[in-house]
């Protein structure tokens, strides 16, 4: 496939499973491929990204460059949703 969505992938998997993991991930992207990753861990989410997007309300709320992502800036990006009244954000 061109596109690969992951939601999730490493919960509940070990540390070694985890490794492998985020090799293939790295792999699909050097290959070309468009990897999605959804994740409730930020440190994966930094990790593993070229670019992170926040969602509120089903929009694109803010868009996060590698170069910039930290579990501060991304959590920064939250919490100004948070303040603004979204009811529900999404990495």
């Known amino acids: 496939p061109r596109v690969v969505v992951l939601d999730e992938p490493t919960r509940g998997v070990d540390v070694g499973a ?7 991930i790295h792999r699909l ?5 468009a990897v999605i990753v959804i994740s409730s861990e ?3 989410v930094v990790g593993v990204s070229d ?10 709320a803010a ?7 930290t579990p ?10 948070a303040r603004a009244g979204a009811e529900e954000v999404v990495l």
């Open 18 to 24: 985890k490794r492998d993991i985020y090799q293939l």
């Open 29 to 33: 992207a050097a290959e070309g491929r």
């Open 42 to 44: 930020l440190p994966e």
């Open 51 to 60: 670019r992170i997007y926040v969602m509120a309300a089903g929009q694109i």
């Open 63 to 69: 868009e996060i460059h590698a170069s910039e992502a």
């Open 72 to 81: 501060e800036n991304v959590m920064s990006a939250i919490m100004r949703l």
